[in-house]
T-cell receptor
């Protein structure tokens, strides 16, 4: 069974631009969660989608948004990029909860 | 709100020696507890989880952890480490039913360094 895939793996953007990251969950998984990992703040929960509905959102500004498609694939978008948005963005999929989440390899975003 | 404290940011251990990585959590409600491992340039891999029942939980790669409700701790142990165990280890907590909507709250991580 294929694991969680994230594209692209690496991305360099300029401050003020916007970016879209993609996550394809494990087949059959309907829940996708996104996390931001930085050296200073560690791993922080961004949001979770289940069956195309956002069920919860972490403490991030409105510049961070996401969506989920009917095939459970998810995208997250960051608008008006700031230097502090440089991070590893991880997505995790599960059947519907956190008890068995599988993480992808992440997308490393660098904002210059 | 819940929080997780990993007491050591870095733990050096000699190969084949035992190791304990410490994790304390704070929550006013019942929790689910997890340990994840992250190898360089990779995502997170679940080592083990405590949901309910026996307080001693066994995971992959010879790791185990013990849930102690009175001390609000969930320390990770391995009796004999290998060079390949060098990685970052994260303790995480989820409150409620584990339905996933709340996400996981992670500790800052412990870098396990195995010395030959």
């Amino acid at each position: 069974k294929a694991g969680v895939t994230q594209t692209p793996r690496y991305l360099i953007k300029t401050r003020g631009q916007q970016v879209t990251l993609s996550c394809s969950p494990i087949s059959g998984h309907r829940s996708v969660s996104w996390y931001q990992q930085t050296p200073g703040q560690g791993l922080q929960f961004l949001f979770e989608y289940f069956s195309e509905t956002q069920r919860n959102k972490g403490n991030f500004p409105g510049r961070f948004s996401g969506r989920q498609f009917s095939n459970s694939r998810s995208e997250m978008n960051v608008s008006t990029l700031e230097l502090g948005d440089s991070a590893l963005y991880l997505c995790a999929s599960s059947l519907g909860g956190v008890v068995e989440q599988y993480f992808g390899p992440g997308t490393r975003l660098t904002v210059t | 709100a819940q929080s997780v404290t990993q007491l050591d940011s870095q733990v050096p251990v000699f190969e084949e020696a035992p190791v304990e990585l410490r994790c304390n959590y704070s929550s006013s409600v019942s929790v689910y507890l997890f340990w994840y491992v992250q190898y360089p340039n990779q995502g997170l891999q679940l080592l083990l989880k405590y949901l309910s029942g026996s307080t001693l939980v066994k995971g992959i790669n010879g790791f185990e952890a013990e849930f102690n409700k009175s001390q609000t701790s969930f320390h990770l142990r391995k009796p004999s480490v290998h060079i390949s165990d060098t990685a970052e280890y994260f303790c995480a907590v989820s409150v409620g039913s584990g339905g996933g909507a709340d996400g996981l709250t992670f500790g800052k991580g412990t870098h396990l360094i195995i010395q030959p």
